[in-house]
């Protein structure tokens, strides 16, 4: 009996207003659906992977560049949008953009399911508040956490401020340094975290979680980062414990001459729709 097809909505959420480094995070959408078609067109799946786009019922929605022209409204369509999916029966997944994209997403996950999160990121994304803004790219664990009041296990970070390694200390959050990924004492804390988090997951993705050298194309590289095997292998993990129920790929910044980013990127919503899939 043939399969039903994959019910994945990509949005496309082109907002980019406090990233503080390199800028272009906001032309990321657009040319990763671009990378998208083209892997469609082909038909060019990985062998070993458990979903092909060119199978999907992958819609596209495109949120207007007039909708987000400050926070508020931003996150206000993101909503709107994820709660459209939502309620057909579709799993959103997100594209931005900066990473406050996932403001208005997981705000509508919950209002339908009781979610964690798995964050994926170099950075903590812990400041109460960065350049004088709440609702900036720097602060948006901050926002999930304290003003959204959810758990969260945040995996692959190495760069932090003093005053969030003092928060993190503090309130004992479980936020994971690339090493904790690879060693056995670490993985086993890691999973213990991530089974303790509730049934349903709202999974953020940066790409700079990545090490440079496998994705350059972002606003803030890091060294250090992961693979596309380890990143893979703990997504793998996330989606055989836990339901996947929203997610979102951000800060994907196209760079001239870079072709191996926007790959990246298209073949990481691959995996993502196929875990969300199972």
Request: proline share 6%; net charge neutral; glycine share 8%.
């Amino acid at each position: 009996m043939k399969k039903a097809a994959k019910r994945i909505d990509l949005i496309a959420i082109p907002y980019e207003a406090t990233t503080s480094f390199r800028k272009g995070c906001g032309l990321g959408p657009a040319a990763l659906f671009q990378e998208i078609d083209e892997i469609r067109k082909t038909g060019l799946a990985e062998i070993d992977s458990t979903f092909s786009i060119a199978g999907a019922d992958l819609r596209k929605i495109w949120i207007s560049e007039r909708l987000i022209r400050n926070p508020e409204t931003m996150i206000e369509a993101g909503k709107t949008a994820a709660r459209f999916s939502l309620k057909a029966g579709r799993v959103p997944l997100s594209v931005g953009g900066e990473h406050t994209v996932t403001l208005g997403p997981i705000q509508a996950a919950t209002e339908a399911f009781s979610v964690g999160v798995i964050q994926f990121d170099a950075h903590a994304d812990l400041r109460d508040e960065y350049e004088g803004l709440r609702m900036s790219y720097a602060c948006v664990l901050r926002r999930i956490r304290d003003d959204l009041g959810l758990p969260a296990v945040q995996l692959g970070v190495r760069a932090v401020s003093r005053d969030e390694a003092d928060v993190v200390r503090r309130r004992r959050w479980p936020v994971f340094h690339p090493a904790a990924m690879r060693s056995p004492e670490g993985i086993a804390r890691i999973e213990e975290a991530i089974q303790s988090l509730p049934e349903s997951i709202y999974l953020t993705f940066d790409l700079d979680a990545f090490d440079p050298s496998e994705a350059p194309g972002v606003g803030t590289p890091e060294p250090g980062g992961l693979s596309w095997y380890e990143a893979c292998d703990w997504l793998r993990f996330i989606a055989s414990h836990k339901r996947i129920v929203g997610a979102d790929l951000v800060e994907f910044m196209p760079l001239p001459g870079d072709l191996a980013t926007p790959r990246l990127a298209a073949r990481l919503i691959e995996r993502l729709a196929g875990l969300i899939a199972r």
